[in-house]
């Protein structure tokens, strides 16, 4: 059964209102296959919610599980899960950080330190603020740093690092949803070549990362954040929480358990993939998970014995980690069933093809990625969740890009920029929350120091997605980050003779009455 009206669109709209409403895209997504359900098999004139619910685990659900690509994709992410909780639990990412933390000695190089560490942490989005933030604490307390800007640097190198990188589970769920969809549609690209052809059009994410230095070097700091960092020189650190958390650490971890596990997992990679043409020909999709899962595996037995073999953790307790962690993708594998499941009753229910047709009837092709950007930004701010955005926004982007021969890269790079945005922007956001406990500061206090960076950076990036929208180029990029540098340095200046000018008028005394 396929309509091509807008009825074709209440799933999407159920899955819509659910998910800002109950801040849940797992209740969104449920609340809306299972609405397209009843709408595909007529069930919603009988009234029979038993049958429908059947039809959906039957017809749609279980098809989701069976398929070879999504099971690859979902033993994939289960075998980064397990992975990633080694990485957290096994006190090497506290021991790595440590050891940066001894070459530094002035305020520049600290922020630049916690930087680098969230960059080199890449591997877990919400366990790199729990790792980073922790170590680099009384570094930041010593030298007079406000606990504000540690989680704001921490929120920058989280996520925004972990976006690009595709062999990740960030990137292998972004992949496996861009996947469906050129199955759906016939498209002669793949899902890594698209997901690698995005990178250079993530303008939020570059623009969150480099903005850090930015600051850093030339002490560019504006707004609620100048302020924190000018009280704290004073002594008053208003942003302190004293229940924050901390990273689990011991006295014989060493660093080689973040570097050791990574040159083996790279090894992994090329032994496998190489001998396929690995980086310069095409290699199935399967092979590439295939390795992947490989990698990972063995990077994990290798963490596991380095720590039995240091004494931080018995060789069973290590392996309780690893199975524990493999459990924590489960809330990830039900996203992404489920969103793979409205895409294929959206496609029954011919919701793709109609919005395609209204696209088509006057809609520019060069404004879709400034959208796509601006609806992503506001799902996520709303719901918290950058995943979830992705998993409503990319059955809606990649068709219509498609259908009006909108940049389709840059489309992508638009939906992810755009969840990226909302999501920092969020207070209700995991990555805020977490940022902010990483580094000992009140949650509101960093959401309102780091909001104004959000949206500056998410204004210059709707503008380079209109540009990059007309041009299609990639070197848009380059455009954007000459602008941060530009209205960074304005807004600070601006800050700063603000207050010079209100340190003068409070030094003014006041006017003695004349004596007669």
Known sequence: MEQTDITSLIPIVITLVLSLATRNVVIGLFAGVLSGVAMLTGMFSELNPLDTFGTMVKGYLVPQLTDSYNAGVIMLLVFIGGFVALMEKSGGGVAFA?????????????????????????????????????????????????????????????SPVAILIPFIGWGVYIMSLIQKEFTALNVNMSDWDAFIGAIPFQFYAFLAIFIVPLVSVKGLDFGPMAKAERDCQAGINSGVNNESLNPFSHKNAKASFVWAPLLVMLVVLCAMLVPQGFPFQKVAGSSFRAALSSAYFFAAITLISLMAYYGVRKLSDGVSVYLKGMGNMMPVAIILVLAWALSTVGKELGAAAYIAEQAQSGFPYWLVPAVAFLLSAIISFATGSSWGTFAIMMPLVIPTAIAIDAPLLVAIGAVLSGGLFGDHCSPISETTILSSTGAGCDQFEHFKTQLPYALMNGSIALISFVVAGFTGSSWVVLGALVAQLILVTLLAKRDASKNASSEVQSQVPESKPQQA
């Open 98 to 158: 440590k050891r940066v933390t001894q070459w530094v000695s002035n305020k520049c190089q600290a922020q630049l330190s916690a930087w680098l560490g969230g960059i080199v942490i890449f591997f877990s989005d919400l366990g790199t603020p729990l790792i980073v933030g922790p170590v680099f604490r009384p570094l930041f307390d010593k030298l007079k740093l406000s606990r504000q800007k540690l989680a704001f640097i921490i929120d920058s190198t989280s």
